[in-house]
């Protein structure tokens, strides 16, 4: 009987530690030096809705800058130059490398789109004066 005890308060102890360790295969959180970059508040939104099966929360969401467009251009490229493998892992948890990146889209109102690799459209920014208060 105490054996069974022993061995199950070390495989609690295992799985509290294997929690605690951002460096685990199962976690999927951004690295705490490595905010994650979006251009879009759609983009936000998909970010926060994964959370980490060891974790919870991935990252502390911060507020939304506008992104030029040359720099919304560059980010697949800088995601693999500039960015921990960690980052990407949680990355693609939110992106799937088979819809993303997405191509953008802008109408003549303004408004701008995300074409997924599938087809799909998502609207991710419209002209202020076209918002419905």
């Known amino acids: 009987m105490r054996i069974r005890t022993l061995v199950a308060r070390i495989e609690r102890v295992e799985q509290a530690a294997k929690a605690q ?3 685990s295969p199962d976690c999927i959180c951004f690295p705490e030096n490595e905010s994650p970059f979006f251009a879009f508040d759609i983009e936000l939104e998909f970010l926060t809705r994964v959370r980490c ?3 919870g929360e991935r990252f502390k969401p911060l507020y939304h800058l ?3 467009k040359w720099l919304r251009a ?3 490229q800088l995601l693999w130059t ?3 493998e960690q980052y990407r892992r949680a990355w693609f948890v939110s ?3 088979d819809l993303w990146p997405a191509e953008e889209e802008e109408d003549p109102s303004g408004r701008i789109f995300l074409k997924l690799k599938d087809g799909t459209r998502l609207l991710a920014s419209e002209p202020a004066w076209t918002r419905k208060n």
Do not use: D
């Open 21 to 23: 360790s951002k460096l």
């Open 53 to 55: 099966p060891l974790h």
């Open 66 to 68: 506008y992104v030029a």
């Open 74 to 76: 560059k980010q697949p």
């Open 82 to 84: 500039h960015h921990s």
């Open 95 to 97: 992106f799937p490398q």
